[in-house]
């Protein structure tokens, strides 16, 4: 069995800063790709940052400069740093991985977590 926690969002003024993470656990024998994705009110989910396994990024066009994603692989841990938010930065985050387990390769996705960025 393979769990994803996220933990970080909330609330943040324009201009503020949040980190979010997503640590997985369970019987993991290794994580390919990570990646973060958001879902704003009345909007398609949309990908917003990924890394694999030897650290590659990508992101959206509208978080570059302003978003890093980073991981920790032994702790099974996936980060998103978000600088300069804008009101058009709140959604629901998501994190997805890639994940190889007892049960085979296979993504997971995590709860999502809530950022609301307003003055």
């Known amino acids: 069995q393979v769990q994803l926690v996220e933990s970080g969002g909330g609330l943040v003024q324009p201009g503020g800063s949040l980190r979010l993470s997503c640590s997985a656990s369970?019987?993991?024998?290794?994580?390919?790709?990570m990646g973060w994705y958001r879902q704003a009110p009345g909007k398609q989910r949309e990908l917003v940052a990924t890394i694999t396994s030897g650290g590659s990024t990508n992101y959206a066009d509208s978080v570059k400069g302003r978003f890093t994603i980073s991981r920790d692989n032994p702790k099974n841990t996936v980060y998103l740093q978000m600088n300069s938010l804008k009101p058009e930065d709140t959604a629901v985050y998501s994190c997805n991985l890639e994940i190889f387990s007892v049960v085979g390769r296979r993504n997971y996705w995590g709860q999502g977590t809530q950022v609301i960025v307003s003055s």
């Open positions: 369970g019987s993991i024998f290794s994580i390919n790709a």
